[in-house]
């Protein structure tokens, strides 16, 4: 499965957002967009998943994914924004199950492949013993792996995530980053992430934005370097190395 | 594993459906002029007139303005996702009863009987495109109870203003109490004058239930579940427009059964917007056809009117919601 965006740009009435850009993403791994605040990584996103108006084409698979047909793109795509959260106290199951909206005709109870799937995605975040818990009365990293749930029972092929591990404390940070690496296995994971020791951890591939547009594309030793961090987020790093990886601390600003 | 809440609710809907078939032959059998249909008053010809012509049409209106509060409240909190939104509160009646005020004004209620629902169904969507104008975008609690409240005043204010102006204190008057809501000295003809204007409006809730339901997790997960919160929002507002137009057009302003209704039922559906729906409708049928009985079972003076009632319950009940979403839970 192959995600192609050719020349999507978003444009809000006060200022250009995302300058027309083009990117070829394959299925199986976590590709993580990262860039300083206003960079344009939530609107490029958005903007992929359909949810602001924009310029441009998104494929997969040579199908285009218009607005035309929302069911399937709704089918094909799934998102997570950055703190979601439950209008109403549901119980876990039932918040889980509002992924499965569009699978479901009108009218129509949950089938056998609904249930599946809900049940499925409760596994893979691990949140099955809260099944019957209302959300309201979860802490902030059950309810986070609630939301992640919701955003796996699509089952979609191609999952965006707004940062997922924001407001979270370490332990939850790497367990929903491993959630989100276990079902890049078999679909595409975009994260938009701002933790980039996690990000070059977790992403087979990063993306980074300056000022609306891709700056720098690749394996993440070779993205996030000294020379580009000082450049782009105005900050001294302290790079390291832990397991093979790259560690990547943000030191002191530069001016 | 049996997913709990997930499953629709046969109990619950049974019981509703057996409690409006309890009060329905009740309030058929209930009245002032005796205790029931005969019993020796009056002859057989009587009897079958007041049970076609007074009793018939007040049950009927009673089950179709009471479902259509229920409905539509329960449709509005689920748009806005805010248990406090409900047709009366948020100036959606008011308006209703603005546009139909105006068209009593004009004079044209009786040369046009149409005109009556139809000034009132505007002045519903006028107070609704208001409203969602001012505040619903954002569904944030304060700011819709503020824009109602001002939408309220206002209509509220024109009101008065063609009150005020009535060329007759006995066309004030006629005006004053209709507003006060009543199902009282209806007949077959307001059924039939409604029916046009409620089954669209209810068809168009109901196409969007699903949006309703996906609206939960926010705007733009909705669109992402392939859900218009556009088409959703339009779909709400023209039908609760249509529907609690209709209704204040033939009992004037019914208020607090939208807020009730919902409020007490939506634990039992697993806060689905969507199957709070169904429910909402008969309950609302249920709990307005009871206290128009009510009504008519208490002795003597002049009868009470229904929106009266349903204000003096339900106001404090209004109050309670209201206390208890500052200290933040407000489900």
């Known amino acids: 499965m192959k995600l192609a965006i050719d020349a999507v740009a978003v444009n809000y009435t006060q200022r250009i957002a995302v300058r027309p850009t083009s990117l070829e993403l394959d299925s199986g791994r ?9 960079a344009g990584k939530s609107s490029l996103l958005k903007a992929i998943a359909g949810l602001v108006p924009r310029t441009g084409t998104v494929a997969c698979d040579d199908a285009r994914l218009d607005a035309g047909d929302a069911r399937r793109r709704a089918r094909t795509m799934a998102y997570l924004p950055q703190s979601p959260f439950a209008h109403w106290p549901m119980k876990v199951r039932d918040l889980v199950a509002l992924g499965r909206l569009p699978h479901r005709a ?27 818990r209302a959300v309201d009365e979860l802490s902030g990293g059950e309810h986070a792996r609630v939301q992640l749930a919701r955003a796996f029972a699509v089952r979609a092929p191609i999952l965006l995530v707004d940062e997922p591990v924001a407001q979270l404390d370490p332990y939850h940070q790497l367990e929903i980053m491993r959630a989100l690496a276990d079902y890049a296995h078999d679909a595409l994971v975009i994260a938009v992430m701002h933790d980039l020791t996690l990000a070059a951890r977790f992403a087979a591939r990063i993306v980074l934005m300056h000022d609306g ?11 996030l370097d000294d020379k580009t961090l000082r450049r782009y987020y105005r900050v001294e790093p302290f790079l390291g190395r832990n397991d093979g990886q790259p560690l990547i601390v943000p030191w002191r600003t530069l001016d | 594993m049996k997913s709990s809440a997930a499953s629709f609710n046969w109990p619950l809907h049974a019981a509703l459906v057996a409690a409006l078939l309890f009060v329905i032959p009740l309030a058929l059998l209930t009245g002032r002029s005796s205790a029931g249909p005969t019993f020796g008053f009056g002859g057989p010809d009587l009897a079958a007139a007041i049970l076609f012509e007074i009793r018939l049409p007040r049950v009927l209106l009673g089950l179709l303005v009471g479902g259509t509060l229920g409905l539509c409240g329960a449709a509005l909190q689920g748009l806005l996702r805010n248990p406090l939104a409900e047709p009366g509160l948020l100036g959606v009646s008011s308006g209703a009863a603005f546009g139909a005020v105006l068209v009593f004004y004009f004079g044209l209620a009786a040369a046009q009987s149409l005109l009556l629902p139809l000034g009132a169904v505007a002045g519903s969507l006028a107070a609704l495109a208001t409203l969602y104008a001012l505040a619903g975008r954002r569904g944030d609690f304060l700011g819709i109870i503020l824009a109602g409240i001002a939408i309220n005043a206002f209509a509220a204010a024109l009101t008065s203003l063609a009150l005020n102006f009535a060329p007759s204190p006995y066309a004030a008057l006629e005006i004053l109490f209709w507003m006060l809501g009543s199902l009282a000295d209806r007949s077959l003809a307001h059924v039939w004058l409604v029916l046009p204007l409620m089954i669209p409006g209810w068809a168009m809730i109901v196409l969007a239930a699903r949006g309703l339901d996906a609206l939960t997790l926010g705007e733009d997960t909705a669109q992402s579940l ?17 529907a609690v137009g209709a209704a204040v057009a033939v009992a004037g302003v019914v208020g607090f059964v939208g807020l009730v209704v919902p409020h007490l039922l939506r634990s039992a559906v697993g806060y689905h917007a969507s199957r709070l729906l169904g429910p909402s409708f008969l309950a609302g049928a249920v709990l307005t056809l009871s206290a128009d009985l009510a009504i008519r079972l208490m002795p003597s003076g002049p009868e009470l009117k229904l929106g009266v009632v349903t204000a003096l319950l339900g106001a404090p009940f209004f109050l309670r919601l209201v206390l208890r979403s500052r200290r933040g839970s407000l489900a």
């Open chain 1, 213 to 223: 547009a891709v700056v720098a594309d690749g394996a993440p030793e070779r993205v």
């Open chain 1, 30 to 38: 976590v590709v993580a967009l990262v860039g300083p605040n206003g």
């Open chain 2, 226 to 242: 392939g859900f218009s919160p556009k088409t959703t929002q339009w779909l709400v507002i023209g039908g609760t427009a249509l």
């Open chain 1, 106 to 132: 009108f009218g129509a109870g949950p089938s056998p492949a609904d249930r599946d799937a809900i049940e499925w995605a409760m596994r893979e975040t691990k949140v099955e013993t809260l099944a019957d």
